[in-house]
């Protein structure tokens, strides 16, 4: 099997498993509503600083999303479903495209010199998010 090939097959391997994976997160947040089990994680920030992190209230935002409560999501976890959830979207279907067409695979990624940017403005933007979400009460 050539190099081509086998970075290929492992991409349509790596994607297989993340969409099985989602899959599998919503058949729980479907089944298993966070607001009705104890058995999630708790965040350690706000069980012992009560302060909201960025991730604070991402299961409770992906559930209200499974059930159609947009507005609802919205309010648990804003950066998820305005930020996080669009650009993962987008990164999938770039990852599907290439694995569709005929030419060798390459992971999509943004040019060197805008990685470490894009790294610190995330960073930032997560920042300024709890930062916000915290002073808002």
Not at 26 to 37: G, K, N
Not at 66 to 88: C, E, K, Q, T, Y
Request: charged share 15%; proline share 7%; net charge positive.
């Amino acid at each position: 099997m050539s190099l081509a090939a086998e970075r290929r097959r492992r991409a349509q391997i790596g994607l297989a498993a993340a969409f099985l994976l989602g899959v599998g997160v919503a058949i729980v947040l479907l089944r298993f509503p966070p607001d009705q089990y104890g058995f999630y994680p708790q965040c350690p920030l706000h069980t012992y600083l009560h302060l909201l992190c960025p991730g604070c209230g991402a299961t409770r935002a992906l559930a209200a999303l499974l059930h159609g409560r947009v507005a609802d999501a919205f309010h648990f976890n804003m950066l998820l479903v305005a930020g996080i959830l669009p650009a993962a979207a987008v990164y999938t279907g770039l990852c599907s495209v290439r694995l569709l067409s005929r030419e060798e695979f390459r992971w999509p990624a943004p040019h060197p010199r805008w990685a470490n940017g894009l790294i610190y403005a995330g960073i930032v933007v997560a920042l300024v998010f709890a930062v916000i979400r915290n002073l808002r009460g």
